[in-house]
């Protein structure tokens, strides 16, 4: 199988280019044409000569995402659902301004992203693992998720249309246009596990950083895990400054163990020791991520263990009402009862924040449109005859 142009590193195609003989500074046109102007096809890239065009498709692929649907919530939070080639599906969501959400300051607009189809972890409240793991997602796959919102947003789409199901637009035909961002943070917390994917993530978050690239910065980016310790240790040991955030929901081990299996394999004392490795490396805060789950992990003595571990390892929690998952009994906490865990964390000198849900009027809970899409779509071949 052909590589895809959008898993090529410029030195890569630097050096395929300079084995035709090509000049060098045509790389440069090819990664503007992918990265800045959003060009499908070949044909579009009109500054290069036909017969480089015609090498350039015959040694590299060019799939890009097909949008299947779209949802727009109130407060203009889009998910999107993607279908990648083999059919499976995927979903990303564009989550509109919010001030420090995981960056420093305003976010303006973040960007989550799925690295699997699926999800093997099999979190209890999660809607990501309920139609089982089926693969990794490709260097190319986890790219273009951050590239075709670009497209999607040159060819029209903009964050104040928020009209749920409303279909958008195919990006125009015609040449695209020069560069406009509307990405400014990525958060790598969509379907399946990142660090399960490790070596195509960090692959695919290289090629989104880099200048030449999706030129996010790396500090605005970040990566959630649910406590795969060898690899957060292997994180902390890289040269960039992505920022991690540990998908906790639990303070105890008693906790996570009911909600995530993965704590069975690796328990919070192996976590925090993983955890405290990465912020000394890096220098750099960490963040939990705490679902508040009714009756589960809300009560105020969970607040306890959970700002002794924020402590311990520099970290700020972001608090996270649930959203309510078809078929899962989990319920979200009142909204007194959000606001009493929050005012417990900040007495114990934690810096927490509770997470307004963005989103919480469409199905935004992780997996959610992509488990309601198949089975849509599933329905008539069930059906007997």
Same mark, same amino acid.
């Given at each position: 199988?052909?590589?895809?142009?959008?898993?090529?590193?410029?030195?890569?195609?630097? *050096?395929?280019?300079?084995?035709?003989?090509?000049?060098?500074?045509?790389?440069?046109?090819?990664?503007?044409?992918?990265?800045?102007?959003?060009?499908?096809?070949?044909?579009?890239?009109?500054?290069?000569?036909?017969?480089?065009?015609?090498?350039?498709?015959?040694?590299?692929?060019?799939?890009?995402?097909?949008?299947?649907?779209?949802?727009?919530?109130? @407060?203009?939070?889009?998910?999107?659902?993607?279908?990648?080639?083999?059919?499976?599906?995927?979903?990303?969501?564009?989550?509109?301004?919010?001030?420090?959400?995981?960056?420093?300051?305003?976010?303006?607009?973040?960007?989550?992203?799925?690295?699997?189809?699926?999800?093997?972890?099999?979190?209890?409240?999660?809607?990501?693992?309920?139609?089982?793991?089926?693969?990794?997602?490709?260097?190319?796959?986890?790219?273009?998720?951050?590239?075709?919102?670009?497209?999607?947003?040159?060819?029209?789409?903009?964050?104040?249309?928020?009209?749920? @199901?409303?279909? /958008?637009?195919?990006?125009?035909?015609?040449?695209?246009?020069?560069?406009?961002?509307?990405?400014?943070?990525?958060?790598? /917390?969509?379907?399946?596990?990142?660090? *399960?994917?490790?070596?195509?993530?960090?692959?695919?978050?290289?090629?989104?950083?880099?200048?030449?690239?999706?030129?996010?910065?790396?500090?605005?980016?970040?990566?959630?895990?649910?406590?795969?310790?060898?690899?957060?240790?292997?994180?902390?040991?890289?040269?960039?400054?992505?920022?991690?955030?540990?998908?906790?929901?639990?303070?105890? @081990?008693?906790?996570?163990?009911?909600? /995530?299996?993965?704590?069975?394999?690796?328990?919070?004392?192996?976590?925090?020791?993983?955890?405290?490795?990465?912020?000394?490396?890096?220098?750099?805060?960490?963040?939990?991520?705490?679902?508040?789950?009714?009756?589960?992990?809300? *009560?105020?003595?969970?607040?306890?263990?959970?700002?002794?571990?924020?402590?311990?390892?520099?970290?700020?929690?972001?608090?996270?009402?649930?959203?309510?998952?078809?078929?899962?009994?989990?319920?979200?906490?009142?909204?007194?009862?959000?606001?009493?865990?929050?005012?417990?964390?900040?007495?114990?000198?934690?810096?927490?924040?509770?997470?307004?849900?963005?989103?919480?009027?469409?199905?935004?809970?992780?997996?959610?449109?992509?488990?309601?899409?198949?089975?849509?779509?599933?329905?008539? *071949?069930?059906?007997?005859?």
């Amino acid at each position: 199988m052909k590589a895809d142009i959008k898993s090529v590193s410029e030195t890569d195609l630097r *050096a395929q280019l300079a084995a035709w003989g090509e000049s060098a500074y045509r790389a440069a046109q090819v990664l503007d044409w992918i990265y800045r102007r959003g060009a499908t096809d070949w044909e579009q890239m009109t500054n290069l000569p036909r017969p480089l065009r015609e090498k350039l498709g015959q040694t590299f692929a060019h799939q890009v995402l097909e949008l299947v649907r779209q949802q727009g919530a109130r @407060d203009t939070t889009r998910k999107f659902l993607w279908r990648l080639a083999d059919h499976a599906l995927i979903e990303s969501v564009l989550i509109p301004a919010n001030p420090a959400l995981y960056g420093d300051a305003s976010d303006r607009h973040t960007l989550c992203i799925s690295t699997q189809v699926g999800c093997a972890y099999g979190c209890k409240f999660c809607a990501s693992g309920l139609d089982g793991w089926k693969r990794n997602l490709r260097v190319e796959e986890i790219v273009d998720q951050a590239l075709a919102v670009e497209r999607l947003a040159r060819a029209g789409f903009r964050m104040t249309d928020a009209a749920p @199901d409303a279909a /958008m637009a195919a990006p125009a035909t015609r040449p695209p246009a020069p560069d406009t961002r509307t990405v400014n943070n990525l958060v790598v /917390m969509g379907m399946g596990e990142p660090l *399960a994917n490790y070596d195509n993530l960090l692959a695919a978050l290289r090629l989104l950083n880099a200048p030449w690239g999706g030129g996010i910065g790396a500090r605005k980016i970040t990566i959630s895990t649910s406590g795969l310790v060898p690899e957060i240790r292997r994180l902390a040991a890289e040269p960039e400054q992505f920022r991690l955030a540990i998908s906790l929901h639990g303070a105890t @081990d008693a906790v996570r163990n009911r909600l /995530m299996p993965v704590n069975r394999k690796y328990p919070l004392a192996a976590l925090a020791d993983a955890g405290d490795e990465y912020q000394r490396r890096k220098g750099r805060m960490i963040t939990l991520e705490y679902i508040l789950i009714a009756g589960v992990n809300d *009560a105020l003595e969970e607040a306890a263990p959970l700002a002794a571990l924020a402590r311990r390892l520099h970290a700020k929690v972001n608090l996270i009402p649930y959203n309510a998952v078809e078929g899962l009994p989990w319920e979200r906490p009142a909204e007194a009862a959000q606001e009493r865990f929050l005012a417990a964390l900040e007495a114990r000198g934690v810096t927490a924040t509770l997470r307004r849900e963005k989103g919480h009027d469409i199905d935004a809970a992780c997996g959610q449109l992509r488990l309601k899409t198949g089975r849509e779509l599933a329905a008539p *071949a069930e059906r007997p005859a």
